[in-house]
């Protein structure tokens, strides 16, 4: 993980965004797969709708983010999305919280790998527009309870990540 280098995008996007106070960037299996094919994954199933709204694709990234002018630009193709895929690089999702910010990361790579499997089954219907802002979570509430429950999992499996 390249958690140093990536300083520079998060100190431009909290400029940014002043709304963001968490950002996390991450190099995901399903997620990153579909930033390698240079493509968005469609929406196929609810889970897959928890989180609505657009998904930037920002496919003129070729560096690091050591690179300030280029960590600019990747803030500034995140627009007001509450997330994107990095081409050949991986994902950047942000949120007011944790727990909004952590919805929407585990979102992504659910619906991620649902649009692979499904597209590699043969194919399906993508929800529309309508259907999956019928279905989104509002981000003022979230999914009650998730996040405390995946960090208490967490903290099971690894009883030392917070030293
Ligand atoms: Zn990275």
């Known amino acids: ?25 991450n190099h ?3 997620s990153g797969i579909w930033a390698n094919m240079q493509r968005v994954p469609p929406v196929y199933d609810q889970s897959s709708a928890y989180v609505d709204g657009p998904l930037p694709l920002y496919n003129e990234y070729t560096g690091t983010f050591e690179d300030e002018d280029k ?17 050949n690089h991986g994902a950047l999702v942000v949120g007011k919280d944790l727990r909004q910010a952590h919805l929407r990361a585990i979102t992504l790579e659910w619906r991620s790998r649902r649009a692979y499997e499904v597209e ?13 802002a019928a ?29």
């Open 135 to 163: 279905v989104a979570l509002p981000d003022q509430n979230g999914f009650p309870f998730l996040w405390e429950a995946m960090a208490r999992r967490e903290l099971r499996r690894d009883p030392g990540v917070l030293e």
């Open 28 to 30: 995901a299996r399903w």
């Open 120 to 132: 590699l089954a043969g194919g399906g219907t993508p929800m529309t527009e309508e259907q999956i």
């Open 71 to 87: 960590s600019l630009t990747a803030a500034k193709a995140l627009g007001d999305a509450k997330w994107a895929l990095l081409a």
């Open 1 to 25: 993980m390249d958690v140093t280098p990536a300083l520079g995008l998060h100190i431009q996007l909290h400029r940014l965004r002043p709304d963001v106070n968490v950002v996390i960037h």
